[in-house]
């Protein structure tokens, strides 16, 4: 599996007992969506090997005490800490409109309302409090709130997002 067919899922955040479970931190929207997995990809040393779930019990905050068949030792697991976690795209339904999944517009083309052509989408900073669309005009960074009423369209097939950005912030960043 190549991780240009797969989605960023979680990565594994801990040792979870000391016979090979782990926790592991899920990074979406919806966790209880993901308690019927029956593999996952880890990231080790820049491949992903996929690991089959023998017990999954979600816990608080998006976390997950996992139990991989064939980890049963403490050493097994450790080589798993702070790897990334993904899924193949192909299981997420399709989402149509102004809604989207945060991988499935990188790379898109950026066109505010207001200011026209803004740059390529490097990525959505999924902060909490505040996410962002972190858009990239040659190297100058610009960074936009994902705010209700930002994104007016998300044209796929023409790989596009046009956003209506607060007056003035991307001519903060590019003037």
Request: with cysteine.
């Amino acid at each position: 599996m190549n991780k240009a067919d797969c989605f960023h899922f979680g990565y594994v955040a801990k040792l979870h007992g000391f016979k090979g479970e782990v926790s592991l931190f899920l990074d979406v929207t919806n966790p209880e969506d993901y308690v019927t997995l029956d593999a996952v990809f880890v990231e080790i040393n820049g491949q992903l090997s996929p690991f089959f779930i023998k017990s999954f019990k979600l816990k608080n905050n998006g976390f997950a005490a996992v139990k991989f068949e064939g980890v049963d030792t403490e050493n097994a697991a450790r080589v798993m800490l702070r790897n990334n976690l993904y899924l193949p795209a192909q299981i997420l339904p399709k989402l149509s409109g102004k809604n989207f999944y945060d991988h499935e517009i990188v790379g898109f083309k950026v066109i505010d309302v207001n200011y026209g052509e803004v740059g390529i989408m490097e990525s959505v900073i999924d902060l909490k409090v505040n996410p962002l669309l972190q858009i990239m005009n040659g190297k100058k960074e610009v960074l936009v709130p994902l705010i209700e009423g930002i994104v007016e369209n998300v044209d796929r097939k023409n790989k596009t997002l046009t956003i209506n950005a607060p007056a003035g912030l991307i001519e903060l960043y590019l003037a």
